[in-house]
C-alpha cells in the first residue's frame, strides 16, 4: 500500500514497522514532528526529555536493556548530546538504537549551518543520508538491523526539505513486513558497558575494527544511475561517461532534476551513496574509473569530497558549488551546464519579518526591559524575536542556556555595570540548559539578574510540553516543576512572580531585581497567546489619539498608522492592554 507521507511521517511509521516502541526526543526544527507522529501509533511510548543529552541517554538505556530505541534532534541539539554520542559509540548497543538528526541548510529555523555527517566520522558511528520519504522509511529500518548487526548507534541525517517534504510511500516494500517488537535480555558486561579508562582503551579498537568492516562489506544502500533526458537506466561499468557525479540526500534530488530538465543526448551517471559514513570509498573509486570527468554534489561542507580526495579519487567540487546555504535544481543546472544565471525580478516583495504575536506576554516584558536600557543576554525561543525593530531588545543570541553564562561573563567584564546586565531565558529552555548557568552564577557570587519568560510551553517548535507544564507527549499526566522554587533551591537569594502584561508591577519587579546585589530572578508569568482559549474584548483606539506614535514601539501587529490617528486591527488584537497602559492621552479603550 502507498500513502503520500511527510518524511519525518515515513521515519515514525519506518521504526515502528521495525519493531521500535520507544523515543526520547527533544523538540527542535525541523525533527520534532517525528516523535509527535511515533506518539499517534499505538503501543508507541513517546517523551519529551528536558534536553537531547538526556533523551539519547533515555534512549541508550533501554536500548541496552533490550529494547529498540530511537532519539530525535535537531543539528544543534547533536551539539548537546555528543557527550553520551561518543561513548556510547565505544559501549556499543544491545537493542538497535537509531538517532535522527535534522539539518537545517539555508537556516530556516536555525541560529547554524552546522553540517552533522561529522559528527559521524568523529563518533565513528554509520550514518544513514535518504533522499526522500520512501528511502526515510526504508533507511531507518535498515538502520535498525546495522545498529544490531555491527553492535553501534546508528544516525540518520536528514535535512529539511527531505523531513518536511512529501511523498509516496510503500510502507512494506520488503517481503518480511513489519518487524514484531522483541525485547533481548540484558546481560552484564562490565568491560563491554562501563568506560573507565581501561575497557575503554580495549572498545576503541572494536569501534575501529566495527568501521572498516562496515566499509568493506559494501552494504546494497547506494544507487548508481545514468540518466539521459527521461530515460533513466542502471550504470553500465564498462561503458564510458563524460560526466560522473556523486551526492546524496536531497542533492541527488537536484542532480537528478537539473539533468532532465536539461535533456541531455549524452548521459550522465550519478552515483548516490545512501550510507554516507562510511563511504563506500570502493565502490566510488570503480565508478570514477568510468567517468571522465567526476563532480561531488553536497551541501554546506565537502564533507565527501575531502574522503574522496584524501584517497587518490579525481574531482571537483566546492570549487564549483558554495558553502553556504541549499542547493537547488536551477543552482546545479547553472554549474554543471554552464548557463548564465536565471534573471533576477526586479519586483519588489513586500518584507514580512517574524514577529511576536498580537498579545504575546514577551512583548510585554520587553518594552520594560528597553525602557529600562538594560543589556540583555537572550537565548533561543520565539522570544529572540525581542531582538527585531522596533524593541531591538535583545543584544546575543548564542545557543541554548547560553543567557545566563554569558550575563555573568559580561558581568565580569564589566562589574561597574553588572547591575544593567540582565539574562532573558524560556521557560522550556530554563530546565533544558538553564539551571546549571544558574547554579554556576550563585556559586561563584554572581551579580546577576535573571528574566525567566514563562509562558507555559515550548512555543517556538509548536506548543511542546516540558518539566514546568506537566504535559506529558504520551497524553498522561505528568508532574509539573515549578521554576520560582527551583530557582530558590539553586541559591537564587531573590525570586519575584509577576506578571508581563501588568507592565507597573513588571517594571517595579525589574528594578528591584536588577538592585539586588547577588543572584536574583524574575519569573514572568503569562501563558502564550496561542493557548488562552478565552481572550477579553479587542481594545478601541478613540478620538484623544494624537498620533504620538508611543503604541507603535510595541510592535504589536495589531497597531498600525493611519491617517491623522493610530488604527487597531480588532481581528488581530487579542486584549492584552500592553498598548493601554503605555498610552499617555487614554486614547485607548
Known amino acids: 500500500m502507498k500513502e503520500l507521507m511527510l518524511g519525518n511521517a515515513a521515519l515514525a511509521r519506518g521504526a515502528y514497522d521495525a519493531g521500535c516502541r520507544v ?24 517523551e519529551w526529555a528536558a534536553n537531547e543529552k538526556v533523551a539519547l541517554e533515555v534512549a541508550i538505556g533501554t536500548a541496552v536493556g533490550g529494547k529498540r530505541a530511537l532519539c530525535c534532534m535537531k543539528h544543534v541539539g547533536l551539539n548537546v548530546a555528543a557527550d553520551p554520542l561518543f561513548t556510547s559509540a565505544y559501549t ?68 529539511t526539505r527531505i523531513a518536511h517534504g512529501a511523498g509516496l510511500v510503500e510502507t512494506d516494500p520488503e517481503a518480511a513486513g513489519p518487524v514484531a517488537p522483541v525485547t533481548r535480555p540484558y546481560a552484564k558486561d562490565i568491560a563491554k558497558y562501563v568506560m573507565m579508562p581501561g575497557p575503554a582503551r580495549a572498545r576503541h579498537v572494536v569501534v575501529e575494527a566495527r568501521m572498516k568492516k562496515m566499509a568493506a562489506d559494501a552494504l546494497p544502500l547506494h544507487r548508481c544511475v545514468a540518466i539521459s533526458g527521461e530515460a533513466q537506466t542502471d550504470c553500465n561499468p564498462a561503458q564510458k561517461y563524460p560526466l560522473g557525479i556523486v551526492a546524496a ?8 532534476e537539473a539533468v532532465r530538465q536539461q535533456n541531455a543526448t549524452m548521459p550522465v551517471a550519478i ?16 565508478f570514477a574509473k568510468t567517468v571522465d570527468r567526476l563532480v561531488v554534489v553536497e551541501e554546506l561542507e565537502p564533507f565527501m569530497e575531502e574522503q574522496l580526495k584524501q584517497n587518490g579519487i579525481a574531482c ?81 543570541c548564542v545557543c541554548m542556556g ?70 506529558r507527549l504520551c497524553g498522561q499526566p505528568g508532574q509539573a516543576i515549578a521554576i520560582a522554587p527551583v530557582c530558590r533551591a539553586l541559591g537564587a537569594q531573590l525570586v519575584i512572580e509577576v506578571d508581563p502584561l501588568d507592565l507597573t508591577a513588571f517594571e517595579t519587579a525589574m528594578k528591584q531585581a536588577t538592585a539586588f546585589e547577588g543572584v536574583s530572578v524574575v519569573v514572568a508569568q503569562s501563558p502564550c497567546v496561542l493557548l488562552t482559549k478565552e481572550h477579553p474584548k479587542p481594545l478601541n483606539i478613540n478620538d484623544n489619539c494624537r498620533a504620538c506614535g508611543i503604541c507603535l514601539k510595541l510592535g504589536c501587529p495589531a497597531i498600525s498608522k493611519g491617517t491623522g490617528h493610530m488604527q487597531l486591527d480588532a481581528t488581530l488584537c487579542n486584549g492584552c492592554t500592553a498598548c493601554r497602559q503605555v498610552c499617555r492621552f487614554d486614547a485607548i479603550d
Open 316 to 396: 571537483e567540487g566546492k570549487s564549483l558549488f558554495s558553502l553556504q546555504g541549499e542547493l537547488s535544481t536551477g543552482v546545479v543546472a547553472q554549474t554543471l551546464y554552464a548557463l548564465p544565471a536565471a534573471p533576477v525580478s526586479v519586483q519588489e516583495v513586500p518584507a514580512r519579518p517574524p514577529v511576536l504575536c498580537a498579545g504575546c506576554p514577551h512583548r510585554a516584558a520587553y518594552s520594560v526591559v528597553k525602557k529600562m536600557g538594560l543589556t540583555v543576554t537572550g537565548d533561543i525561543g520565539c522570544y529572540t524575536l525581542g531582538a527585531t525593530p522596533p524593541l531591538l531588545a535583545i543584544d546575543t
Open 402 to 471: 547560553a543567557s545566563i553564562s554569558m550575563a555573568h561573563g559580561m558581568g565580569l567584564a564589566h562589574p561597574e555595570n553588572a547591575e544593567k546586565i540582565i539574562g532573558v531565558i524560556g521557560d522550556s529552555t530554563f530546565f533544558h540548559s538553564g539551571m546549571t548557568g544558574l547554579a554556576s552564577a550563585v556559586y561563584n557570587n554572581s551579580r546577576l539578574t535573571l528574566l525567566v519568560l514563562d509562558n507555559r510551553t515550548t512555543g517556538m517548535t509548536g506548543h511542546q510540553g516540558h518539566p514546568g507544564t506537566g504535559q
Open 271 to 286: 552515483l548516490k551513496p545512501g550510507l554516507v559514513h562510511p563511504l563506500p570509498l570502493a565502490a566510488i573509486a570503480d
Open 92 to 159: 556499543g548497543v544491545n537493542a538497535g538504537l537509531v538517532i535522527v538528526v535534522a539539518d537545517d541548510p539555508g537556516m530556516h529555523s536555525s541560529q547554524n549551518e552546522q553540517d552533522s555527517r561529522y559528527y559521524a566520522r568523529s563518533a565513528h558511528v554509520p550514518m544513514l543520508e535518504p533522499a526522500d520519504s520512501q528511502e526515510a522509511y526504508h533507511f531507518i529500518r535498515m538502520a535498525f538491523e546495522l545498529s544490531e548487526t555491527y553492535d553501534t548507534p546508528v544516525l540518520v541525517r536528514m535535512v
Open 23 to 46: 523515543v526520547s526526543s527533544y523538540p527542535g526544527t525541523p525533527s520534532t514532528e517525528i516523535t509527535q507522529f511515533c506518539a499517534k501509533h499505538e503501543g508507541f511510548y513517546a
Open 249 to 256: 540526500g536531497t542533492a541527488y534530488q537536484y542532480v537528478r
